[in-house]
């Protein structure tokens, strides 16, 4: 059976690779996996994961790429190389997209006797509304662009989303059971909800099917990170 730590990513959203390692070091104990996301990553480059690493961590590399295929491809094969545990890619570049960077890490984890990192698709970010589908011209709601991409990503070979843990039943009826759910947004009832719109608690999004939490602010801008994780955990 498998335990919480075994489904929580801390998100190190800072500028500040001292701060992240600090972090990490606090935390480590408890939190098995970390996510470098862009922020971190345009300050501080391969070190962010490294910091992960060198304590014993995983890193879910979230830089969400979106480039032509030959590009994604390229990044992908990198991002094995690094050691990643998990890494992340705009469903939105399509099929081909997809698909190349799929084989791009089969290729780089053979060749280098490295493990196969999971990817993930992003399907619409949750800061977008069906205001945005109307701007792109697309005219399918929400709801079902998000199945769409979701099941081409499936398709392509991908081995989840990025979803809320209320879209996961959906999803995974499309995609699969197996098929992974990466799910943001979640607060414990004790944490201010920040700029999330539609947060969950995390025993609620597991038990709707999220397969991974990301929590950033509940644990890293409280005052006592570990101890904002032992009661996350708790509550789970
Ligand atoms: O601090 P908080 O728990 O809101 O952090 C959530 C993390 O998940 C952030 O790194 C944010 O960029 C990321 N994320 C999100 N919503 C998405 C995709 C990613 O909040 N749809």
Do not use: Y
Not at 133 to 143: K, N, R, T
Not at 195 to 202: A, I, S
């Amino acid at each position: 059976m498998d335990t919480i730590a075994d489904r929580l990513i801390v998100a190190l959203d800072t500028d500040d690779l001292d701060q992240a390692r600090r972090l990490v070091l606090t935390l480590r104990s408890r939190i098995r996996f970390f996510k470098v996301g862009i922020r971190l990553f345009t300050a501080a480059g391969p070190d962010a994961v490294r910091v992960v690493q060198d304590a014993g961590g995983e890193v879910f590399l979230d830089l969400k790429f979106l480039d032509i295929p030959a590009s994604v491809a390229g990044a992908v094969a990198n991002a094995v190389r690094m050691g990643v545990f998990m890494l992340n890619l705009h469903a939105s570049g399509g099929r081909e997209m997809l698909r190349k960077a799929r084989e791009a890490a089969e290729l780089a984890a053979q060749a280098g006797g490295l493990r196969l990192p999971r990817l993930i698709a992003v399907t619409l970010l949750t800061s977008a509304t069906s205001s945005l589908l109307e701007e792109l011209a697309i005219e399918e709601g929400v709801d079902a662009h998000v199945l769409r991409l979701a099941r081409m990503a499936a398709d392509a070979g991908l081995d989840g989303v990025v979803a809320s843990p209320r879209d996961a039943q959906g999803i995974k009826s499309v995609c699969g059971r197996d098929f992974l759910v990466v799910s943001p947004g979640i607060r414990p009832r004790w944490a201010p909800s920040d700029d999330q719109q539609r947060v969950l608690p995390p025993r609620e999004a597991l038990a709707m099917g999220a397969d991974f939490l990301v929590v950033g602010r509940p644990v890293t801008a409280a005052p006592d990170p570990l101890a904002a994780v032992e009661r996350l955990m708790e509550d789970v």
